[in-house]
Each structure stands twice: as structure tokens, then as C-alpha cells.
């Protein structure tokens, strides 16, 4: 039996399927800290325990995204705000070759700011 995560990436459609399976992969291994879980109905990832990203499909767009849980605290031109509070996106188009470094620069920018909170909160 397929757990619901597991099953979230194989509804995908192609090619959002594949872009959302490679980035699962990618988030799961910049560090042996990062866990996945099924949270709120979406694939989310945790950093030192704490929520750290998630990804999700845009439905006005049609297009994958990196959600940022604390986004609002990091400042990248890239990054989305719409009407979200406190967290940004990272639009990504499933055709094209994913921007790598730009992904890998705003994860490392979040995982920082969650190690400076997690350290503010003790």
C-alpha cells in the first residue's frame, strides 16, 4: 500500500511529475537533517524538526513550486510573496532545465534561518 506522499507524486502528470520527484530527492539530500512528512495534505520537509519547505503545484499557473515556510524572512529576487503571510515560492517550470544553484541558494538561506529561530526559541 502506497503511503499518501508516496501517491502524490505518482498522480503528477508529466513533465510535473518528474520535476516534483527530482526535487524531492534533491531536498532530501543537502542534509542529513531534512525529513519528509504528509502535513496539511502536501508533500513537506523539516529541518532540525522544524517545518522548512514544502512543494506544491500552482493552481492558477499549472507550475511546480518550492514553498518556503519562513519566506518572508529570506530575501531572494526570485522568491514570491502573492498573498501569502509568511511564506514564499519559488515558481519553477517543469520544461525547462530546473535553476539549480538558485534552488540550492534559497534552501541553504532557509536552513540557516531555521537553525538562527530554532536557537531564538530555546
Known amino acids: ?36 512528512a504528509w502535513r496539511y495534505g502536501m508533500p513537506f520537509f523539516y ?3 522544524k517545518r522548512f519547505c514544502y512543494l506544491w503545484v500552482h493552481k492558477k499557473y499549472g507550475k511546480p513550486y518550492i514553498g518556503i515556510v519562513e519566506g518572508k524572512l529570506v ?18 517550470d517543469p520544461t525547462k532545465d530546473l535553476p539549480i544553484k538558485t534552488i540550492d541558494a534559497i534552501l541553504k538561506k532557509a536552513m540557516i534561518l531555521n537553525k538562527v529561530l530554532s536557537h531564538q526559541s530555546l
Not at 11 to 34: G, Y
Open 1 to 36: 500500500m502506497l503511503r499518501p506522499i508516496d501517491n502524490y507524486f505518482l498522480q503528477q502528470e508529466e513533465p510535473t511529475k518528474s520535476c516534483l520527484q527530482f526535487l524531492r530527492e534533491h531536498i532530501l539530500q543537502l542534509d542529513e537533517q531534512i525529513t519528509e
Open 47 to 49: 529541518y532540525n524538526k
Open 75 to 92: 530575501d531572494h529576487p526570485q522568491l514570491i510573496t502573492e498573498n501569502r503571510a509568511k511564506m514564499k515560492i519559488l515558481l519553477l
